[in-house]
């Protein structure tokens, strides 16, 4: 899909299509236990088991997905967001200029960045989450965080690794074997000067000039992009998509080897990966026979329930990053649907600062 998201439906027309959905599967199966609470538009629920369910299609449910297919395993990735296609001139994603309701997540808190931002129901990119005392923000769509991350591929100096990472992870490991496979696997590279050196990024020479001058030390950094799209872009052969910044909603032309275009493209080539959009997982168990079960809304493009699921595994992997993974864990904790959870759900937990 490459064509604007134009129609906003407003929230009178939401409600009715909400009732439209209750309407229409008016017969379907429901289960009590996991339908959906009262008011809220019946629909149907479907079980089954699964090899292995990898919540969440980042960085982490990426890596972990293609891995798993790669030893043979059966996956399924379960997105409560949706595909972003790209390519040159497309516009699959919001713009600074264009931003519409595309930008958030449905479920988010009203505003970004610390503005109000009101805008229609949506599986948008953002989902912003404010509570009194800490605001974080992150992804969601098949790619996760890597759709709107600006690409910054650092590995970290060992005395940092160490001061913050547990014992058990080695450092040395990770420096010989893990980072560089990570850069290579998203084919990290800095930009090269002839672009730096281009009218549009005057304002990054200007910065990095005036730092220099202030006796700060400045390097490029490698970032997951094929540079050459910014290239086409600077003679005209695609719409100015990186060189004018529009990077943070994601970018229209492609180039961006983000973790749809690397990671989950070669694992739903081996033929073993599912990934299954707009299933938000609404909560997680522990059955009596030790198998997980993983509670699934299905929905529509604007967020709509239109219909449930209940999957069961012997191997759950929570990659559904660190807002939405811990809010998973700590509503299990709560229900004590997952007896044996550590005390330390829950704690210690930061925002995108940290
Ligand atoms: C604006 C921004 C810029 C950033 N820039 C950089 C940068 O330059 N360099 C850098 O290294 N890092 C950057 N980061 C951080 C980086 O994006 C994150 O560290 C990374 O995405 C975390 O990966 P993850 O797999 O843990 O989670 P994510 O990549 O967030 O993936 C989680 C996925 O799970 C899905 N999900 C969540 N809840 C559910 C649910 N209940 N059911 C189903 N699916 C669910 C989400 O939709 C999402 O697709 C940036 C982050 C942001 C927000």
Redesign the pocket.
Known sequence: MSGVEKPQTTRRTFLKGAAAVGAGVAGAQFIPGVGPATGAPRVRTDRSEQRAIV???????GVAALRLAQAGVNVLV????RRWPTGPNARTFPTAKTMDRRVMWHKSAPNLFGRPFGTDPYVGLFETVVSPTMSA?????VG???L???????QPKRSVFNAWFPDALDYSTMDRVHYPRVARMLKANVAPDALINSHAYRGAREFAKRARRAGMPVEKLAAPIDWNYAIAENHGRMRRSYTIGDT?FGVNNGGKHSIDATYLRQAEATGRVTVATQ???TSIARGRDGKWIVNVSRTDKFGRVVGRKVYTTRALIL????L?TSK?LVKAKRTGAISNLPDGVGHGWGT?GD
């Open positions: 919540i969440g299609s980042g960085f982490g449910g379960l997105e409560r967001g923000v992150c992804a969601a769509g996760g965080g890597s709107v991350y600006l690409g910054m591929t650092l943070l299933h938000e997982v990659a559904a990053g660190s939405n998973l995108n």
